[in-house]
């Protein structure tokens, strides 16, 4: 299975707008149901849920970033792209993709994360 790999990543102003992308191939197994994830870690914590898009199109949101972040998907580029408008200092972090299976763990796999950096 190919790694995730994600890009986009840069240093802005709060207030303004980055777009993630992440080329995620589907996930070669039986009964796999792909989904496809944003996470965000800060040095020394735990990696945070940003939002997720299923294979069906259903889509969840943290609470911290509804009304600001949008995920969507390219099939044809078998790409995930995370819109996050009205940049906050708070949003920066390190961004991840993940692809994974809803039924099993068993398949998921980790980009290698994308810096973004918002400054006040």
Known sequence: ??????SGGGSVQA??????????????ASYCTLRVSWYRQDPGK????????????RIVYADSVKGRFTISRDIAKNTVYLQMNSLKPDDTSMYYCKKGCLQTPKYDQWGQGTQVTVSS
């Open 1 to 6: 299975q190919e790694q995730p790999v994600e």
């Open 15 to 28: 207030g303004e707008s980055l777009r993630l992308s992440c080329i995620a191939t589907t996930i070669t």
């Open 46 to 57: 735990s990696r945070v849920f940003v939002a997720n898009i299923d294979q069906d199109g």
